[in-house]
């Protein structure tokens, strides 16, 4: 077992959506590693290379079979289905991570990101209504939901939201969405569900081993890197809070204890970021990920790109002070990690050879203590 103090953990039946993609993946592994039976809800893998593809062999061995894991395949735009599948997960907390999460994507296919983003999550709320037990529900989100004024102080919850493109006004939508259903169907009425906690987390920017998306700059540095290229760096100058994939999931369990526990913390939006030191331009982080992977970069700035904001951080006080979140790894460790990773990978380890040693190396540096239940 890699996480010390897993018993809160142990048995319970957790819903995934958005288990096969990057964050989906880490998560999946970190709650069967502390005992949880997993239900996960999502579309088929990318091609690989993809962390999810080279985790299933092993996870349907030590876990599928022993009933702690259960995958479906399944589209968050098809309410049916996903009602069918909630109601037989009878889920005591639910992770919502299924979603379209590329910005330039959003570009290509706005109705598409627009109607998973908003609608999908819409219909996750809608399928968890005739749930009659405790649950706690944490939808997740992303730290560009906020209307980003490009300026040098961190966003708090409170802040307007808003969005350029159509990743970031569809998340900013869908917080909209679910704090209007939570208001709604939320509660002692008739019409309402006493059951349902929900919240929203904020967060964006994560690294981490196993992460192959496309128009991401440590997957396309790393590809470059394996086959001897420069990186090529459209944006250097934009400012990113980067921080490890392991820190906000860190924080959505932690915000999932204390919804069903006795601490009971607001019903609301959180964030999860990274130190300010943290917050860096990504020419940096390129220099950086060279020091422990040697090479080059070259300059392929476009002025004619389709617009992606250039400052962004998020103020993470509510989570230290509600919930005694705050991150672990530093930005040196994040990077060290990160690409020790791949390079783990690279030269023949397996990819759960690297996730466990990462969840391991966290746990023991930085023990998390968890709510009491």
Sequence with gaps: ?????????????????????????????????????????????????????????????DYKLTNHFHSHRGDITDLNTLSKFVS?????????????????????????????????????????????????VVMITTDKVYENKEWLYGYRENDPLGGHDPYSSSKAAAEIAIASWRASFCGEAAHQTPHLRIATARAGNVIGGGDWATDRIVPDAIRSLARGEPISVRNPAATRPWQHVLEPLGGYLRLAEALISDLYPPCEAFNFGPPLASNLPVLELVETILEHWPGEWIDQSDPNAPHEANLLHLQIDKAHHLLGWQPRWDYATTIARTVGWYRAQHNGASAMACCLADLSSYQKLFPRERAKS
């Design 1 to 61: 077992m890699v996480i010390e103090n897993s018993d809160f953990w142990c048995g319970k039946r957790v819903l995934l959506t958005g288990h096969t993609g990057f964050k989906g993946s880490w998560l999946l592994l970190w709650l069967l590693e502390l005992g949880a039976e997993v239900w996960g809800y999502a579309l088929d893998a990318d091609p690989a290379p993809n962390l999810f593809r080279l985790l299933e062999p092993e996870l349907n061995k």
């Design 88 to 136: 037989e997960a009878q889920p005591d907390v639910v992770f919502h991570l299924a979603a379209q999460a590329l910005v330039r994507t959003s570009y290509a296919d706005p109705l598409g990101t627009w109607a998973a983003n908003v609608q999908g999550s819409l219909n996750l709320l809608e399928a968890l209504k005739p749930l009659n037990k405790q649950c706690a």
